[in-house]
C-alpha cells in the first residue's frame, strides 16, 4: 500500500463528467540547489505520481469503496 492523500481538482464548474478527485503520491522534491537537482534527476528521484479515484457504492448497506488506478497529470 502507498501512503498519499486525496486532492479535488476543477470542483467549480458544471457537473463532472470525469473524476475530479485524484489520489496523491508525494515523490521527492526538486531541491532547490542546482547540483543537487541535476542529481536527484541523474539518480531517478521518485517523483509524485497521482491517479484518478473512481467509486462504487452499495444499494444495500451504503458502503463505499474507491479505486485508483487510472494515472493522471498532478498540477
Do not use: D
Not at 463528467?17 to 521527492?28: A, H, S
Not at 532547490?32 to 536527484?40: K, Y
Not at 534527476?41 to 452499495?58: I, V
Request: aromatic share 6%; with cysteine.
Amino acid at each position: 500500500m502507498q501512503e498519499g492523500f486525496a486532492s479535488a481538482i476543477g470542483l467549480i464548474g458544471p457537473t463532472p463528467l470525469k473524476p475530479r478527485l485524484t489520489f496523491v503520491v508525494p515523490g521527492e522534491a526538486t531541491s532547490m540547489n542546482p547540483v543537487r537537482a541535476i542529481q536527484q534527476g541523474l539518480h531517478e528521484a521518485p517523483q509524485t505520481e497521482a491517479y484518478l479515484l473512481h467509486g462504487r457504492r452499495c444499494t444495500a448497506c451504503g458502503a463505499v469503496e474507491l479505486v485508483a488506478t487510472e494515472q493522471t497529470v498532478w498540477p
